[in-house]
């Protein structure tokens, strides 16, 4: 029997026994109308854990990136960020479709931008111009294989941009590998951005969900945006319960999912149909094949590996919380088997 080993994102895992347990127990009301008091409690420890006045909690990370660039932002603005952000590449069009911005792409190694880059491209006060007025940043960089900013480095940045008149906001969707990776804490990135997201669905491997955080004004317009695009939930508690299970139990096991990706990453730096590997950091191992790479990930799928296509040649797999130690044995035989 072939056995399945989905690598496509760390979004595919499924609730473990006790999480299913917390969700079943929580406290809920309707989310809308008034509170839900188990995602209040998620919203308030999250705030508390970061050091902003307040959170609120939304269907994905994608909406929580949207809803703070329509926060910072207003049409004909413009959005400064790395080349391969998530924002960019991976929102729907989202930063012209929802914020009518345009955007000002980056070049920086390994997806992380220098604060000496930032002056020289803010544009002048000048009516001519788009007006410079976010700066978004990402950690961990999901294009550049789950690399890292550290908190000095997001810090130095938020404070560069912000001399230069700029809202900071943080995609930290996986945010929490960052922190594992660079043994830091969430303390050490207390009040250096202006907003930031957090994703509950990915290392943390929660079913759904994502945190925004900012002040509490900003807090405010970003409640009246969420309802805005159909993103209130009712009893959103159930949901919220996974969330608070997840960051009281799932953070420091991300390490496990680090180091399957660095086993992963050796057996395909070995293979000769492997051209490059890009070493991981977190849990994001990205490769290009000297092979078609459709053809190789349909013979992986043919062996029950998934992977996704991340266009330009770029293959990627993503460890999680659901895939063994078993599992990373399996792949290294079958990457082994693809010598023949």
């Known amino acids: 029997m ?9 979004t595919v895992t499924r609730p473990t026994p006790s999480m299913l347990q917390a969700m079943m127990k929580a406290d809920v009301g309707d989310d809308v109308i008034d509170k839900d008091p188990t995602t209040q409690k998620l919203e308030e420890m999250a705030a508390s854990i970061w050091g902003f006045d307040a959170a609120l909690f939304c269907p994905s990370g994608t909406m929580c990136n949207q809803i703070a660039i329509m926060v910072h ?8 960020c790395h080349r391969l952000s998530h924002i960019y590449w991976y929102e729907g069009g989202g930063i012209a479709a929802n914020a009518l911005c345009s955007v000002r792409l980056l070049d920086g190694e390994n997806g992380i931008i220098s604060p000496e880059s930032l002056a020289y491209n803010i544009n002048s006060v000048d009516e001519h111009h788009a007006h410079s007025a976010l700066l978004s940043l990402e950690n961990t960089v999901n294009k550049a294989g789950g690399t890292c900013y550290t908190a000095a480095q997001i810090r130095t940045l938020a404070e560069e941009g912000q001399r230069l008149g700029l809202k ?13 990776y660079n043994n830091e804490q969430p ?29 509490a004004d900003f807090i405010v317009k970003a409640k ?8 209130g939930m009712r009893q959103s508690g159930f949901l919220a319960a ?79 919380l659901d895939i063994s130690d078993d599992d990373i044995e399996y792949c290294l035989t079958i990457f082994r088997s693809m010598e023949k």
């Open 2 to 10: 072939i056995r399945k080993v989905d690598l496509r994102s760390d």
């Open 73 to 80: 932002t207003k049409p004909g603005d413009e959005v400064i």
């Open 168 to 180: 900071v906001h943080l995609d930290g969707a996986r945010i929490y590998n960052a922190l594992i």
């Open 187 to 215: 303390a050490d990135y207390h009040r250096s951005v202006d907003s930031m997201s957090i994703c509950l669905s990915k290392g943390l491997g929660c079913p759904v969900g994502s945190l925004l955080l900012g002040s």
């Open 224 to 231: 009246r945006i969420r309802k805005r695009l159909g993103g």
């Open 242 to 320: 996974a969330g608070i299970y997840a960051l009281q139990n799932h953070i420091h096991r991300l390490a496990d999912d680090h180091a399957r990706a660095r086993k992963l990453a050796d057996g395909l730096r070995v293979s000769s149909w492997v051209s490059e590997v890009v070493s991981p950091q977190t849990n994001i191992v990205i490769f290009k094949t000297k092979k078609n790479p459709s053809e190789v990930a349909e013979k992986l799928e043919m062996h029950g590996i998934r992977l996704i296509h991340m266009c330009q040649g770029w293959l990627r797999l993503v460890t999680h």
